[in-house]
């Protein structure tokens, strides 16, 4: 992706990431009040600690692009209002624990500039689950029609603006193409156009051209909203390459993985997956909020987001699941029998067994035989049941 060249631009920042309150992009989401309590995050709450040397912080920094004026009226004015709030920042910046390591790494991948790990910030306060009434929803606050036109699919199972793989994906070739497209690969431009849209930027774009002006983000007259859209994100990034300076006390978050990604060839309630993993059930839900009948979706998901450290257990329990169902079993309806009692003692949920089954309730009758994934109890305790 070429760059294009501006006044302020291609320096590499000492400095990292931080977090915003402010208006959302596409969707105009209001920012969150700088006086409201953010509550912290449940899934991971750890004591913050003194900015670590070789963290999350530091690649962020290192990867920065854009050279900031400290003294550029639009960029200081941000400074000044956030160095008003810092504790607001930090509990953001712990809101971003999970999602930090692997934006940062899609960045990297693409060779863009790290300072855009800081638009969900000013989009979401990093929630993947945020939704603002005017339809904008997800981690980048899409729109629904920018949602769909992007190929992120939403129906009753499921919404793509919600999974934060997909819409981050999205957003970033969002951000390139318009690049590419319209501005030379100016990506402040494309920012711009990311919060007003590409035709309110080349309007102001041709407009400052005519008048002589280079027709840079510096120099153009857009929506005030837009006006302090990269302001913001500078001003973030310089806060955030000196943290002691202002006061900013940033989580110490590692280099490193927060979740793995685990192929899920079949449908299950996330409520057995978690079970069957050992992670919490509200831990699990939090990092797939696509989902939104807590069930995998493989033709829309494939992947499941899970913990990192449970990424083995879990595949060893999808494999062993995958090996009962080769071997399955059957059963004969007894006097007495529910389907939650023969879900509960073969260890598998009743919705899996309704579905292996083909059933559509949780209806059974005596003498009716039931195909049993066999992978609970053994095949002896299994004999002494039932047979046909």
């Keep these: ?83 008003r709030y810092p504790g607001n920042i930090t509990t953001i910046a712990e809101r971003a624990r999970p999602w930090l390591y692997w934006v940062v790494s899609e960045l990297e991948r693409r060779d863009m500039p790290g300072e855009i790990a800081l638009l969900p910030f000013i989009e979401s306060a990093y929630d993947p689950t945020a939704r603002h009434a ?137 409520a057995h997956v978690a079970q069957m993993a050992g992670i919490s059930r509200t831990r699990l839900e939090y990092l797939n909020p696509a989902l939104l009948q807590k069930t995998t979706l493989p033709s829309r998901a494939p992947e499941l987001l899970v913990p990192h450290r449970f990424k083995n257990t879990l595949v060893a329990m999808l494999a062993k699941r995958q090996e009962a169902f080769a071997q399955g079993d059957r059963y004969q309806v007894r006097r007495g029998d529910s389907l939650s009692a023969l879900a509960a003692h073969y260890a598998v949920s009743v919705s899996e067994l309704r579905r292996y089954n083909g059933l559509h309730s949780d209806v059974i009758h005596v003498g009716q035989v039931l195909n049993i994934p066999a992978q609970g109890g053994t095949r002896e305790h299994q004999n002494t049941l039932v047979r046909r």
């Design 1 to 83: 992706m070429n760059q294009y060249p501006s006044r302020r631009r291609i320096r590499h920042l000492a400095g990292g990431l931080l977090l915003t309150l402010s208006v959302s992009a596409n969707a105009q989401t209001s920012a969150l009040p700088a006086t409201a309590p953010v509550s912290a995050p449940f899934w991971d709450a750890l004591m913050l600690q003194p900015f670590a040397q070789g963290d999350i912080w530091t690649r962020m920094r290192d990867n920065f692009q854009w050279e900031i004026d400290a003294q550029e009226p639009r960029v200081q004015k941000w400074i000044d209002y956030y160095r």
């Design 134 to 270: 005017g339809g904008a929803t997800g981690m980048w606050q899409f729109m629904p029609g920018t949602g769909d036109a992007l190929g992120l699919r939403r129906d009753r199972a499921y919404d793509g603006r919600l999974d934060v793989i997909a819409s981050t994906k999205a957003a970033l070739n969002y951000i390139q193409q318009q690049a590419d497209q319209w501005y030379r690969g100016d990506i402040e431009l494309s920012l711009a156009a990311y919060n007003a849209g590409a035709g309110t930027v080349n309007r102001a774009r041709r407009g400052a051209i005519a008048a002589g002006k280079p027709g840079d983000y510096w120099s153009l007259k857009l929506p005030r909203q837009t006006m302090n859209y990269v302001p913001k994100l500078l001003a973030l990034s310089r806060m955030i390459a000196n943290p002691d300076r202002y006061d900013i006390a940033l989580p110490s978050i590692p280099d490193q993985p927060a979740f793995a990604r685990v192929p899920i060839a079949g449908r299950l309630d996330l």
